[in-house]
C-alpha cells in the first residue's frame, strides 16, 4: 500500500513571496489532515478535510494561507505571501475516517528568508 | 482546550533495558483517543500505539505499552528491550471523540545508548 505522498520535500523562499505544498493520501482515505510543525515543538493542525469539506480550520491563518481539496482526494495548501514565521515543516497526514489513526506523509520543509 | 504535555524534553537508555515516557493531558470529555507517535530523523511519523479512553485494558504493540490512567489523566509509553532503532522524537496526541482536533505534545527526544 503506498503511503502519503507529499512534494516538494524542500523549498526555501524570500518573505511575501507565495508557496504551494502538494500531498496526495492513501487511497480511500476520506480524511486529509494539514499540519505545521516548528523546530522544536509538536504538529499543529491548520485544516481537516473529510473527503472535500472543511471539517476543522480554526487554526489556519487564513488571511496569509489556504487549501483545497476538490475531488476529496489529493490537496493543496499556499501560503501567500510568506513570512519569516512561516519556516517550518508542512506535515500532511490521512486517515480512513475521523478518529482513526493517521498515517504521515514525509513533509515539506520550507525555509522563508 | 485541551492540552497535551510531555514534561520530559529528553530521555536516553541502554540498549535492551527499559524506558518509559510521560504525558499527561486536559480534558473535561470522557471518551476520547490517546495517541503515541515517534519521528526518526527522517521526519516521517509513524503511528506506535493507539488507546480508547473507554477501555480498561492498557494497549500493547509488541515491545511498546501504555499505562493508561484516566483519572490521572496520564497516559505513558513504556518501551522494553530498547533498541538503536527507536531512537526518535515521541509525540503523545489527543483527539476527542466528539470534536475534530487532534492535539500534539512538544515530544519527547529519546536517545539509546549502544
Known amino acids: 500500500e503506498a503511503g502519503v505522498a507529499q512534494s516538494p520535500r524542500y523549498k526555501i523562499i524570500e518573505k511575501r513571496q507565495s508557496v504551494a505544498f502538494w500531498c496526495n493520501p492513501i487511497?480511500?482515505?476520506?480524511?486529509l489532515y494539514w499540519y505545521q510543525q516548528i523546530l522544536g515543538q509538536g504538529p499543529k493542525l491548520l485544516i481537516q478535510f473529510q473527503n472535500n469539506g472543511v471539517v476543522d480550520d480554526s487554526q489556519l491563518p487564513k488571511d496569509r494561507f489556504s487549501a483545497e481539496r476538490l475531488k476529496g482526494v489529493d490537496s493543496t495548501l499556499k501560503i501567500q505571501p510568506a513570512k519569516l514565521e512561516d519556516s517550518a515543516v508542512y506535515l500532511c497526514?490521512?486517515?480512513?475516517?475521523?478518529?482513526?489513526?493517521?498515517?504521515f506523509g514525509p513533509g515539506t520543509r520550507l525555509t522563508v528568508l | 482546550a485541551q492540552t497535551v504535555t510531555q514534561s520530559q524534553p529528553e530521555m536516553s537508555v541502554q540498549e535492551a533495558e527499559t524506558v518509559t515516557l510521560s504525558c499527561t493531558y486536559d480534558?473535561?470529555?470522557?471518551?476520547?483517543?490517546l495517541f503515541w507517535y515517534k519521528q526518526p530523523p527522517s521526519r516521517q511519523m509513524i503511528l506506535v500505539i493507539r488507546q480508547e479512553a473507554y477501555k480498561q485494558q492498557n494497549a500493547t504493540e509488541n515491545r511498546f505499552s501504555v499505562n493508561f490512567q484516566k483519572a490521572a489523566k496520564s497516559f505513558s509509553l513504556k518501551i522494553s528491550d530498547s533498541q538503536l532503532g527507536d531512537a526518535a522524537m515521541y509525540f503523545c496526541?489527543?483527539?476527542?471523540?466528539?470534536?475534530?482536533?487532534?492535539?500534539f505534545g512538544t515530544g519527547t527526544s529519546l536517545t539509546v545508548i549502544p
Open positions: 496526541a489527543y483527539r476527542s471523540n466528539t470534536g475534530n482536533q487532534f492535539y
Open positions: 487511497s480511500g482515505h476520506a480524511t
Open positions: 497526514a490521512s486517515s480512513l475516517d475521523q478518529g482513526l489513526a493517521q498515517f
Open positions: 480534558t473535561s470529555e470522557s471518551d476520547y483517543y
